[in-house]
T-cell receptor, first 113, second 114 residues
Framework: DVKVTQSSRYLVKRTGEKVFLECVQDMDHENMFWYRQDPGLGLRLIYF???????EKGDIPEGYSVSREKKERFSLILESASTNQTSMYLC????????????FGQGTRLTVV | KNQVEQSPQSLIILEGKNCTLQCNYTVSPFSNLRWYKQDTGRGPVSLTI?????NTKSNGRYTATLDADTKQSSLHITASQLSDSASYICVVSLIKAAGNKLTFGGGTRVLVKP
């Protein structure tokens, strides 16, 4: 059974804190993605990685960084959390190739107060 | 401007009825189109995936169609059930040299009432 696991379902952090969101997949997928989902805006791509230590900016990378030291793990980092980063964060992974399925984690709802 | 547009934004239907959701896209070069179902507070789960050469794909009571010429897709739900209440998201995959970029529509929120 394929699985993408995000480390937390719910997080509450204070403004200015450094926040780590972890994502692990057990499918040996090359590609991993971080999205945020906000009402009325759909899913927006923050960063993605197509290989270990490789990363590319998505559509809204400002205020975020990522780390992919191992193939199975992709971390999203908020260096200094702000209230406008309150959102649902979704991690996804895919194999290479055009027809491959994208599998999502269960999501992390982050609230910055 | 969002390159994947879905309509309607929300929809209420009675249990047992059918409904159709629309997706128009402008992204290119197109690789494939996917429909996902997302229950409240959960991650999206795949329903169908179609390449440009496929016109229709079914998954149980869900049937997706694709017209690559007009860049339109639809998702038809037959004999709706209460468990169909969810958001349905259209996702278009772009061909890129490194990785496949997914472009998401804003979703259609479906509420099935008894």
């Amino acid at each position: 059974d394929v699985k993408v696991t995000q480390s937390s379902r719910y997080l509450v952090k204070r403004t200015g804190e450094k926040v780590f969101l972890e994502c692990v997949q057990d499918m040996d997928h090359e590609n991993m993605f971080w999205y945020r989902q906000d009402p009325g805006l759909g899913l927006r791509l923050i960063y993605f990685s197509y290989d270990v230590k490789m990363k590319e900016k998505g559509d809204i990378p400002e205020g975020y960084s990522v780390s992919r030291e191992k193939k199975e793990r992709f971390s999203l980092i908020l260096e200094s959390a702000s209230t406008n980063q309150t959102s649902m964060y979704l991690c996804a992974s895919t194999l290479g190739g055009s027809r491959t399925e994208a599998f999502f984690g269960q999501g992390t709802r982050l609230t910055v107060v | 401007k969002n390159q994947v547009e879905q309509s309607p934004q929300s929809l209420i239907i009675l249990e047992g009825k059918n409904c159709t959701l629309q997706c128009n896209y402008t992204v290119s070069p197109f690789s494939n189109l996917r429909w996902y179902k997302q229950d409240t507070g959960r991650g999206p789960v795949s329903l169908t995936i179609m390449t440009f050469s496929e016109n229709t794909k079914s998954n149980g009571r869900y049937t997706a169609t694709l017209d690559a010429d007009t860049k339109q897709s639809s998702l038809h739900i037959t004999a709706s059930q209460l468990s169909d209440s969810a958001s349905y998201i259209c996702v278009v995959s772009l061909i890129k040299a490194a990785g496949n970029k997914l472009t998401f529509g804003g979703g259609t929120r479906v509420l099935v009432k008894p």
